[in-house]
């Protein structure tokens, strides 16, 4: 019942922000930990940044800590993902991600559902 549609992405410049949405027209999103996840091409797929439902437990990549940010706004069904100070390495398609509260955090094999992912471009 949960799909998952990601947008936000686009073209920026190094040092700039950008915020991410997933919106889950399933409306069942509140039953769900979310996650981001990114994946830039030649490259595995990475945890960027989860949080769970109802509670203020956020974990982070280490590259995210700090400078991103996962807030939930269960009105809309909708996750969002700050990025701020963005660089070059940035530079991927970013998944948001929906899993039972009790799977392991980092593991993308854990999230039962995915959107199609949004494309970021960081240019220095």
């Known amino acids: 019942q949960v799909h998952l549609v990601e947008s936000g992405g686009g073209l920026v410049q190094a040092g700039e922000s950008l915020t991410l949405s997933c919106e889950d027209s399933?409306?069942?999103?509140?039953?769900?930990?979310v996650g981001w996840f990114r994946q830039a091409p030649g490259k595995e797929r990475e945890f960027v940044a989860r949080r769970s439902p109802n509670g203020p437990y956020q974990y982070y990549g280490h590259f995210a800590e700090g400078r991103f940010n996962i807030s939930r706004d269960s009105t809309k069904n909708t996750v969002y993902l700050q990025m701020n100070d963005l660089q070059p390495e940035d530079t991927a398609i970013y998944y948001c991600?929906?899993?039972?509260?009790?799977?392991?955090?980092?593991?993308?094999?854990?999230?039962?559902?995915w959107g199609q992912g949004t494309r970021v471009t960081v240019s220095s």
């Open positions: 991600a929906a899993g039972r509260v009790g799977a392991t955090v980092y593991d993308p094999g854990e999230y039962d559902y």
């Open positions: 399933g409306r069942t999103l509140s039953n769900y930990a």
